[in-house]
């Protein structure tokens, strides 16, 4: 038996302490799920995360939520939950709240011994106004600076609450707490799911609009790509700082000729191996946060990459 | 209406108005009173009953902390190092080397008639095998077909064999994981250390978790051990209690021959901790005599030899890091204030001092808020708890339950690698709680060590390793007081202690039959103190018929 040719489910962590906006975020990406069929694990159903409008139909361990969505209880047993989880059709994507002070990367490397199962991401969200004392917080500092150090994606909420001043202070204090991590902000937990959950196939290359719901806007753009790339050369030069973009996912032919999935999450890239289109034809999809994202940035960076160029 | 006055070599009452009696006299289940004959003739029409005449009777031993699961868990292969007897009264013998353990599963594994059943083990304790580590390869001498798996004494680390790995999809290179060491071939090494490491294969080698909270077989092979003990109450300290397992322990406990009280404790999982408190008061109401419900468990941090329990500076001996939050400390808030609005009884696991200090903390905040006499709010297991954190216990009206036991077994542990000689000998300080005046019970946390209340007793007494090493002299408590502390003390964290753990008027008929006198016993031989069996409720039960 094995799982090797069915894709493995992607799943993503949204830790944060309490009140940073965690079960906002994720009632906002169940609302703007854009056909993906979502899995959110929980504790146990007394504390639903989930809004009661979403909630179709409720039985034993499951609730089916609206949007071919559905909600799970694994009590004090996640690796059993997630176990379960991995063999269920019909999940493109599973979404775990983590308690306030889990630690991120316990679980995802959890993950990595689950069969069926990839760890996408890990989002920390912070609250704009407490993130700090919380830092400094007798019991909570440790669990608080090891979740960000822990980030792919920090997502800092309630900007609104704030004054610019504070958030530039904030934003400098995070590039040294969490330096794995790219910093994103929001208002009411309005995060794309593009980002928060990654690109989804069926929709990822189709359009470059913008595709926000309120808050600050996400862009994408996508490339066609018809010649071979150094894939790991356009992944660190992807992840710079400087071209803005907080996730990217392709399909590539490696310059060795092998077709790589490419995704970038914050600063972490993963190059798999991935089968031939049946077009034959590259894709690459960039999806910024907040600052527009300059196509023809974008573009130099895939050109740089291309064998002509690093061959000399 | 029958009253029966029982003679007895003794009667050791736990009551100080009146602390030994010749004779006690029972009616209904409960006691008319402890003294002599002639005064208890006066009850009227009688029959005096001399079956207990050459025994001692103490009031029934109240476990403060224990699971139902040590009754299930009998239905795997017991590996430990040490004796233990099993509900139905055999006892196995402790195993002196891995080849023993092998040999003892290699056996059990031929009496499984079905090919494909896992194999399953339970009680390994390889640290005293000079930590000489389990392997795939030991277990795969056994089968290679068959998924087998050992759980350790500690229930910390499970070892699988090679089957149990291919099934959970983990026999393969770049496994990177804590939890899962890797031989040099870069395989697991079939060693699954931690909740999330262990939850890929459990299933896989037969370690139902249904079977740890909602078993009725177990239930009832619990109570069994608890007559082999002389242990008339027990708690079930951490069970999610759904509906259908209430249901079912109502109806078992119910059973005319039921021969234990059991303190079934609600777990909070989740998040909203108010709505845990209100259910937990919903559940009181369908109490019987022989199921107490309506009491709450916190878990605030993790184990001290899993490195998990959370430490204050200067943290683990050998450097690990600071430990694990198990519950968010405004959860913990949350809890505790309703819980005193409500008056809904919360016993909180707290093992590293900060733990045990954020429930100080957020305990005192909460009070100021709910000031309620009464309260009995209890720490458990509280193993490292100093002389402050005990006077603030006392000042809060908090009550303590020391974990003894863990000094015997893994006390050497503690002292050489988790929390070093200094802290190793003040843990489970039960003399300081005494003196800060913080009513102490002592427990066993069954099956993580076995239920046996004067084990317990005589480790708090005596606080020897398996080594031999006395651990914290003067944190030793005299055999009188350990005696409270397995009966009236935790009834008293139990809000029991107007029911049972004496034995005088108005209380119930539950008793331990012993056939040593724990008083007259050398107290480094307390633990060899024979029970005969229990009377509970006025019921006889006796350990060898049971």
């Known amino acids: ?312 | 209406m029958t009253t029966t006055i029982y003679s007895a070599r003794k009667i050791i009452t736990m009551n100080p108005a009146r602390p030994t009696a010749s004779h006690v006299a029972v009616r209904d289940g409960r006691i008319l009173g402890a003294g002599t004959l002639e005064e208890l003739t006066g009850w009227g029409e009688h029959i005096v009953d001399n079956r207990f005449a050459d025994m001692i009777l103490m009031p029934g031993f109240v476990e403060g902390h224990s699971h139902a699961f040590e009754g299930a868990v009998w239905r795997y292969v017991y590996c430990g190092w040490f004796d233990r007897v099993a509900p139905d009264g055999k006892t196995w013998e402790g195993l002196r080397s891995l080849d023993a353990v092998i040999a003892r599963l290699a056996e059990q594994e031929k009496t499984l008639a079905d090919a494909a059943a896992p194999l399953t083990g339970w009680g390994l304790d390889p640290i005293y095998f000079d930590n000489v580590r389990m392997t795939r390869e030991d277990l795969d001498r056994i089968s290679k077909d068959r998924p087998i798996g050992v759980m350790h004494a500690s229930f910390h680390i499970l070892n699988v064999n090679t089957k149990a790995l291919e099934m959970a999809g983990l026999m393969r290179s770049g496994v990177n994981h804590p939890g899962v060491p890797l031989g040099a071939d870069g395989m697991p090494t079939g060693e699954m250390k931690g909740p999330e490491a262990q939850g890929t294969v459990a299933a896989h080698v037969g370690l139902d978790r249904a079977m740890m909270s909602g078993d009725e077989r177990g239930l009832r092979d619990f109570a069994r051990l608890c007559v082999r003990k002389g242990v008339t109450t027990a708690t079930d300290l951490a069970n999610p209690l759904p509906p259908d397992t209430v249901e079912m322990m109502l109806r078992v406990t119910g059973d005319a021959t039921y021969p234990a009280r059991i303190v079934p404790l609600r777990r909070y999982l989740g998040d909203d901790a108010r709505a845990t408190i209100e259910a937990a008061a919903a559940l009181a109401e369908k109490s019987s005599d022989r199921l107490r419900l309506g009491l709450v468990k916190l878990v605030a941090d993790g184990s001290i030899q899993g490195f998990s329990a959370r430490l204050r500076w200067p943290g683990y001996y050998n450097g690990a890091g600071p430990g694990l939050w198990y519950i968010p400390p405004q959860r913990l808030a949350e809890a505790l204030e309703a819980a005193l609005e409500l008056g809904v009884l919360v016993h909180t696991h707290t093992n590293g001092d900060e733990a045990t200090e954020l429930v100080l903390d957020t305990m005192e905040a909460a009070l100021r808020k709910h000031p309620s006499p009464d309260h009995r709010f209890t720490l458990q297991h509280c193993q490292l708890a100093d002389r402050a954190q005990f006077r603030r216990m006392a000042q809060l009206g908090m009550s303590v339950n020391l974990f003894p036991n863990h000094h015997y077994y893994w006390g050497d542990e503690h002292y050489a690698l988790t929390v070093g000689p200094e802290r190793a000998e003040r843990m489970n300080a039960c003399r300081a709680a005494l003196e800060a005046g913080v009513p102490l019970a002592i427990h066993s946390d069954a099956p993580v060590t076995p239920l046996a209340p004067l084990f317990t007793a005589w480790c708090a007494v005596n606080r020897v390793t398996a080594s031999g090493r006395t651990l914290g002299e003067t944190e030793k408590i005299d055999v009188y007081d350990a005696l409270h502390a397995i009966t009236l003390a935790p009834a008293w964290t139990l809000k029991l202690d107007g029911e049972i753990g004496s034995i005088e008027t108005g209380k119930r008929a539950d008793f331990a039959v012993l056939e040593d006198d724990p008083l007259d016993i050398a107290p480094d031989k307390l633990k060899d103190v024979r029970v005969w069996g229990t009377v509970h409720g006025g019921r006889i039960f006796e350990a060898a018929k049971i």
Request: proline share 4%.
């Open chain 1, 1 to 312: 038996m094995t799982l090797s040719h069915v894709a493995a489910k992607p799943v993503t962590l949204i830790s944060g302490y309490l009140g940073a906006g965690k079960t906002t975020l994720v009632n906002h990406l169940l609302r703007n799920a854009g056909g993906r069929r979502i899995a959110v694990a929980v504790n146990e159903f007394g504390a639903l995360p989930i809004d009661p409008d979403l909630i179709e139909q409720a039985s034993g361990d499951v609730l089916t939520l609206a949007g071919g969505c559905i909600c799970c209880s694994f009590g004090d047993d996640l690796t059993s939950g997630l176990v379960a989880l991995a063999n269920r059709d019909n999940i493109d994507s599973i979404l775990i709240e983590t308690s306030g002070v889990a630690l991120p990367g316990s679980v995802a490397q959890s993950l990595s011994l689950i069969a069926g199962l990839r760890h996408e991401a890990t989002l920390v969200l912070l609250d704009a106004e407490t993130a700090r004392k919380l830092a400094r917080d007798k019991y909570l500092g440790d669990t608080i600076l090891r979740q960000l150090a822990e980030a792919d994606l920090v997502v800092i909420n309630k900007t609104d609450l704030v004054t610019d001043n504070a958030r530039a202070e904030l934003r400098d204090w995070l590039a040294a707490t969490a330096p794995r991590a790219k910093i994103m902000e929001t208002e009411f937990g309005a995060l794309s799911p593009d980002i928060a959950l990654g690109a989804y196939a069926p929709s990822a290359f189709v359009a470059d609009a913008p595709s926000g719901h309120g808050g600050a806007q996400p862009q994408s753009q996508s490339f066609k790509i018809d010649s071979a790339l150094d894939v790991a050369h356009l992944a660190a030069a992807l992840s710079d700082e400087a071209t803005g973009l907080v996730r990217a996912k392709g399909f590539l032919r490696d310059s060795d000729g092998r077709w790589k999935t490419l995704q970038i999450v914050g600063r972490r890239a993963d190059i798999t191996a991935a089968s031939a289109p049946q077009d034959g034809v590259g894709r690459l999809v960039c999806i910024a946060h907040g600052a527009p994202l300059e196509r023809a940035r974008i573009a130099a960076i895939i050109e740089s990459c291309k064998p002509s160029d690093f061959s000399s």
